[in-house]
Every structure is written in structure tokens, then in C-alpha cells.
């Protein structure tokens, strides 16, 4: 008794090369499959383009806020003080940063003194956000003090301030000019309270990344901002520095049994939680659109298959009636439709990967031929489009690509073993 070939045998994939490599004239290759194989390549090409584009401006994204902000911020209850007025400041904020500084996973704890001003120099204004802190926390803070991103000495900060450099754009200053701050809150006096105005040295200018931040920071030293916002011996909040920003919320019980009775934790990720949400939904949503896309290129595949399941109906009868099961007629169709996807799927996978790493080069090619502007960061935070090509995102888009393509590929292959070989060899 004759033994069934096993599956995917060497004369399958040999009949399934001869189909795809024949001319059309042939009735080999058609038109339609090579449009299912370009829309394959382009379709799993804009899937991980996205795909990395999006996981490059989240990890960008979240890079500055980490890099320049707390992960989490301790403030006071609102209360009165001596004189009876309402305050939120913290008075013994030494004893309660040392105190959470003990809590284990936070590795930076600095007082801060706070508040709006107004920033002029050469006849320009900028509303801006004062940061009062020490000279050793300030060199602690990744965005601020990189020496490739910052010009000037960081060293010299207790001389002066230091400023953003959008701020200093804005004002049209640089290192060693002059920065007059004017706030409203100033000196108080029997007559009531007058704008507190005093010139600063700009010693520092960093680039932290995001644009808001850049625009609007500028840093005093700690004891000068005590002095200059009025709060002799107190600070507005501590700044917390922990290892793994992404576990902050397993560490906000503890840091606020540190920090005392009465006081408040505001996490980096309850500040940026409705951005990151709304990037969240995207992503998803993005993913699902280019999903279907995938999906609608390979749908051509069936298109190009049964034209040529109609074009070998001869070959197929002739094959039947040689012994072939319907089996291995559907596995040599089924070859011929995987092949096209994974050929797809495999160019696609090149470019995309080829656009991830040199997107600079292609997005200041872009930028230049529509004659700049493309990318504002006022709007969009960051000062580039990022790109981070991961592994996962690589291997979602081919499993998809591929599971896809393999998928609608049976349908015709099955049509193409459930001919009949009569009716195939009828009119020949």
C-alpha cells in the first residue's frame, strides 16, 4: 500500500516555485499579487514606523518629565500661621526631608521655594516660574545640569540664576547678561505691599528638552529665593527623587507617613495623567487602524490566488488525476499565497526598521523641502520627532503581517483542492 507524502513535501514547494516564477503569459504570477505585495510591504513599513514613532515621543516624552521634574512632590495642608494668615509652606522642611529621605527606594529629597514672576532685560518680558533650590540639588537634575545640552558654569550658580533657554531667547540674553525680576508680592510696608524688583546674572542657561519648561524655568539659589518670595526659614514643597519613577505609586504611603500629619504627595504621573492616557488611547487606537490595513492588503492576496487557481484549473486537473491529494494541492496554493506575505512582510519589516533609525536624517530632509515648521514644539512639547525601535513592536507587526496573510491564504487554497478534476479537464 502506497504511503501518503508527507506535508509541505519537496515536489509541493517545487510545483508552488514553478507557479510563482512563471510568466504571465503562463498564467503565473498576476497583477494583483504583485499589489498585494507591494500593499503588504507598505502596510507592516507604516505599522512599525508608527509603531516606533510612538514609543520613541512616550519614552522622549516621559524622559523630560523625569529629567527635569520630581517624581514626587510633598506639600503642606492648607493653614494659618502666626499672624493668622492662610499658608501652605513647610517649616521644618530639613527634619521632614531628612526624614523621607530615609524612606528606602527615594535617593534625592530638595526643599523648594516657588513662585511667578515677571523676567525683563533689554525691553522684553516673559512671564516665568522661579525655582529656588540649592546649588547641590541643582546639579542633581539630569536635563538641567548635562554639560553637552548647557552653556555656561553650573558651578557659578550661587552668583546669579539660571535660566532656560527658551527664556533666554525670549528675552534676547545670554551668560553674564543682566535679568531684572519683578514680582508682585514684594516688599510689605505701612502703605501695604510694593513689587519687589532686583537684576540677576545669568551664570547658567539649560536646555531641558521640553519646551514649556525651557520657556518658563528659571532657578535661584535657596536662600536668595527665601529671601526674595518672603519665606524666611520656610520652603513651599520637597522635590523626591526614587529610583523607579514607574513604581512611584507603591511608594506614596511611605514617603507620606515620612513626611508627617497634614501633608499632600502629588506623583509626576498624577501630573501628566491625562497627556498619558490620551497616548495611551492613541497608541491603541493607532494599532487598530494599521491593523486593518494589514488586513485589507492582505485580503489582495486572495484576489491573486484565485486568478491563479483559474489559470492553473488545467494543471490542476492533470495533477488529481496523476495521484495528487487534495492536500497537497491546497499546500502548493497555500505556498504561493505565504510566500507573498512573507516576502511583504520581510521588505516591509526592512523599511521600517530602515525609517526608525534614520528618521533625523528623513524628518530634516522633510523639513527642509516644505520649507521648515513642520514639527512647532510649543505645540508638541519636544524639540523632534523621536523614534525607538523595540524588538515587540518588530514582532507584533510580523506576527500580525504573517498570521494574516497565512490566514486568508486558505480559503483559495481550498477552493483550488476542491476542483474537480473533470470538470478541470472537460473542455481541454
Keep these: 500500500m502506497a504511503r501518503s507524502p508527507a506535508p509541505f513535501a519537496p515536489f509541493e514547494w517545487m510545483i508552488a516555485w514553478r507557479y510563482l516564477r512563471a510568466r504571465r503569459a503562463e498564467g503565473g504570477v498576476s497583477v494583483m499579487t504583485w499589489i498585494s505585495l507591494i500593499g503588504i510591504t507598505l502596510a507592516v513599513f507604516a505599522l512599525i514606523?508608527?509603531?516606533a514613532v510612538r514609543s520613541g515621543f512616550r519614552a522622549e516624552f516621559v524622559d523630560t518629565i523625569l529629567g527635569a521634574n520630581a517624581h514626587a512632590t510633598v506639600y503642606h495642608t492648607q493653614r494659618s500661621d502666626e499672624s493668622g494668615r492662610s499658608t501652605r509652606t513647610l517649616p521644618d522642611h530639613d527634619a521632614m526631608a531628612e526624614r523621607v529621605r530615609e524612606v528606602p527606594g527615594v535617593i534625592r529629597v530638595a526643599p523648594l521655594v516657588k513662585g511667578q514672576v515677571m523676567?525683563?532685560?533689554?525691553?522684553?518680558?516673559?512671564?516665568?516660574e522661579v525655582f529656588g533650590i540649592a546649588a547641590d540639588d541643582l546639579a542633581a537634575i539630569p536635563r538641567v545640569a548635562d554639560p553637552e545640552t548647557g552653556r555656561g558654569e553650573i558651578a557659578r550658580f550661587g552668583d546669579g540664576v539660571a535660566i532656560g533657554s527658551g527664556v533666554a531667547m525670549e528675552l534676547g540674553v545670554g551668560l553674564g547678561d543682566s535679568v531684572k525680576l519683578i514680582s508682585p508680592d514684594g516688599v510689605r510696608t505701612a502703605f501695604g505691599v510694593s513689587p519687589r524688583v532686583k537684576a540677576y546674572e545669568v551664570t547658567y542657561i539649560f536646555t531641558a528638552g521640553r519646551y514649556d519648561i525651557d520657556r518658563t524655568r528659571i532657578y535661584m539659589p535657596f536662600?536668595?529665593?527665601q529671601l526674595y518670595f518672603n519665606r524666611e526659614g520656610v520652603a513651599d514643597e520637597l522635590e523626591v527623587?526614587?529610583?523607579?519613577?514607574e513604581a512611584i505609586e507603591d511608594l506614596v504611603r511611605p514617603i507620606a507617613q515620612a513626611a508627617g500629619p497634614g501633608t499632600l504627595i502629588w506623583t509626576w504621573q498624577d501630573s501628566s495623567s491625562g497627556f498619558l492616557r490620551a497616548l495611551d488611547i492613541e497608541d491603541n487606537v493607532m494599532f487598530v487602524i494599521l491593523s486593518v490595513l494589514v488586513l485589507i492588503a492582505t485580503m489582495n492576496i486572495v484576489s491573486g490566488l484565485i486568478m491563479l487557481v483559474k489559470n492553473k484549473g488545467r494543471d490542476i486537473g492533470i495533477l488529481r488525476t496523476m495521484g495528487l491529494t487534495e492536500g497537497s494541492v491546497m499546500r502548493v496554493f497555500f505556498i504561493c499565497g505565504a510566500f507573498t506575505g512573507i516576502l511583504g512582510t520581510l521588505a516591509g519589516v526592512v523599511l521600517g526598521c530602515v525609517f526608525a533609525i534614520y528618521i533625523d536624517p528623513i524628518f530634516a530632509t522633510v523639513n527642509y523641502l516644505s520649507g521648515g515648521g513642520v514639527w512647532d514644539p510649543s505645540i508638541r512639547g519636544i524639540y523632534a520627532l523621536p523614534a525607538k525601535l523595540q524588538a515587540g513592536d518588530v514582532l507584533s507587526a510580523v506576527m500580525l503581517s504573517l498570521g494574516l496573510s497565512f490566514v486568508v491564504t486558505i480559503f483559495p487554497a481550498r477552493r483550488a483542492a476542491r476542483m474537480n478534476p473533470v470538470e478541470a479537464l472537460r473542455y481541454e
Design 49 to 51: 514606523a508608527t509603531l
Design 223 to 225: 536662600a536668595e529665593a
Design 119 to 128: 523676567a525683563t532685560a533689554n525691553g522684553r518680558n516673559a512671564g516665568v
Design 241 to 245: 527623587i526614587v529610583t523607579d519613577p
